[in-house]
């Protein structure tokens, strides 16, 4: 990957323009999802790394030869680059073994109870170096940056103990050093309970609320604070009660919940005015009840449901019934080895009926608002980050979720840079 010096840019005779906004809001909600402000044959203008205007060609302002790098769209089409609002990128090895027992009929659950699992990644972390799990990290991160991704929240929670669960969120704070993209971190100390706790499971619960989350916040090494609420995990009182210590250490909640059952997820994450309520494969007309009015984003990982053979969120039910929805991709090595987010944009569009339109502004402003960036990112608006995608030929834009095999993010600009795939 090749990062180009930081210059002015204007980038012209572009196909469509995809996810542009002329008053930007938080977020799209219900119909409003449907509106991915397409301008045809367009311009945008970025300086300082910032997108500092767009519009149609014929309204393109003249300007010194000499100051911008003009890059010719040739009628590709540019789109805000991905927003990926829940993802545990940062592990150690693979676990493609229980892949294999997946397919020979063992599900997630059973992996678990056996000790495989998330412990599994907790072992191999557990022994492998602050520097080399960075090392593996960042060859994610890179890959991500080649699909497209511009902005990434990132979890701890294969460490499971005070010194591993630290461990992750240094090595979270040294790729937001040194790459380019926007990066959230997430402290996940409750995403499963230790062996050694298993017959003491309160123990763990006071370790978490009593010793990591103030080491966390005294390091500053968290903006949110994560729980796996779900069966055969942690019970809703239980989350409740750790998103409430959190909260008094100035974290905000985002939880998983609803993966494997029902488990009352929605409403404590709601009642805990959480930011986003993450999986939701399990979610009934009460949850999207609850969920009616919070500013709680319901996010759907499609990779994961996917990978993993659950049920479907109820996206199409949930968008109809005027809520907002956002995408991220959860990568991870249990149960999404992939942080494609243009994969999961079209397993959105086939499996759980969501429109490409609705699908990318899910995969882009709303997943900046369930990471706490919508202000900035997310969209094509003055005075965002310029975080762009220019894709290679494509007719349309549902062409883009169609082509669900083919790489067709051809440009990506992170930060007003323009960086080359090698
Ligand atoms: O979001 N559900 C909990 N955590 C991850 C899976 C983690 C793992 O299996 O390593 C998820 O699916
Ligand atoms: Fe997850």
């Known amino acids: 990957m090749y990062f180009y010096a930081l210059m002015d840019l204007i980038i012209r005779n572009i196909g469509f323009i995809a996810g542009t906004e002329t008053l930007p809001v938080e977020y799209k909600a219900g119909i409003n999802m449907s509106d991915l402000g397409i301008v045809r044959n367009g311009f945008i203008i970025v300086r300082d790394g910032l997108i500092s205007g767009w519009g149609r060609m014929e309204e393109?302002?003249?300007?010194?030869?000499?100051?911008?790098?003009i890059v010719d769209a040739e009628g590709r089409c540019v789109l805000p680059a991905f927003c990926d609002s829940h993802t545990h990128l940062v592990y150690a090895g693979s676990r493609e073994q229980e892949f294999v027992d997946k397919i020979k009929g063992l599900s997630y659950e059973e992996i678990a109870l056996r000790?495989?699992?998330?412990?599994?990644?907790?072992?191999?972390?557990?022994?492998?170096?602050?520097?080399?799990?960075?090392?593996?990290?960042?060859v994610r991160i890179n890959e991500i940056i080649g699909q497209g991704t511009g902005a990434v929240e990132i979890k701890s929670g294969y460490g499971l103990n005070t010194e591993d669960e630290l461990k992750m969120l240094r090595v979270i704070r040294k790729i937001k050093?040194?790459?380019?993209?926007?990066?959230?971190?997430?402290?996940?100390?409750?995403?499963?309970?230790?062996?050694?706790?298993?017959?003491?499971?309160?123990?763990?619960?006071?370790?978490?609320?009593?010793e990591m989350i103030p080491?966390?916040?005294?390091?500053?090494?968290?903006?949110?604070?994560?729980?796996?609420?779900?069966?055969?995990?942690?019970?809703?009182?239980?989350?409740?009660?750790?998103?409430?210590?959190?909260v008094k250490h100035g974290l905000t909640p985002k939880i998983h919940a609803n993966e494997l059952g029902f488990s009352g997820g929605v409403s404590v994450g709601v009642a805990n005015r959480a930011l986003s309520v993450d999986h939701l494969e399990r979610t009934g007309d009460e949850e999207i009840e609850v969920l009616k009015g919070s500013g709680t984003m319901p996010t759907i990982l499609p990779g994961s449901a996917f990978f993993l053979g659950l049920p479907d969120p109820p996206a199409r039910k949930m968008i109809d019934a005027g809520l907002p929805v956002a995408i991220a991709s959860d990568f991870n090595p249990g149960s999404c080895p992939s942080g494609n987010m243009k994969l999961?944009?079209?397993?959105?569009?086939?499996?759980?009926?969501?429109?490409?339109?609705?699908?990318?502004?899910?995969?882009?402003?709303?997943?900046?608002?369930?990471?706490?960036?919508?202000?900035t990112h997310g969209s094509v608006a003055t005075g965002k980050v310029a975080n762009l995608i220019i894709t290679k030929p494509v007719p349309s834009v549902s062409y883009i979720p169609y082509a669900f095999g083919s790489d067709l993010v051809e440009t990506v600009i992170i930060r007003g840079r323009i960086i080359q795939k090698l």
């Open 344 to 375: 999961a944009v079209s397993i959105a569009c086939i499996r759980l009926k969501m429109t490409p339109e609705e699908a990318i502004n899910a995969a882009t402003l709303n997943s900046a608002y369930a990471m706490g960036l919508s202000k």
């Open 60 to 69: 393109m302002p003249s300007v010194k030869e000499g100051d911008y790098r």
């Open 215 to 246: 080491a966390v916040a005294a390091e500053k090494l968290a903006d949110y604070i994560d729980v796996f609420c779900d069966t055969g995990f942690f019970t809703a009182e239980e989350t409740d009660k750790i998103l409430k210590a959190a």
């Open 115 to 138: 000790g495989g699992g998330i412990l599994n990644s907790a072992r191999l972390l557990h022994e492998t170096s602050e520097e080399d799990l960075y090392g593996q990290s960042m």
């Open 177 to 210: 050093e040194t790459s380019p993209l926007e990066v959230k971190a997430t402290f996940l100390g409750a995403h499963s309970l230790p062996e050694e706790y298993r017959s003491e499971r309160n123990r763990y619960i006071e370790l978490i609320i009593n």
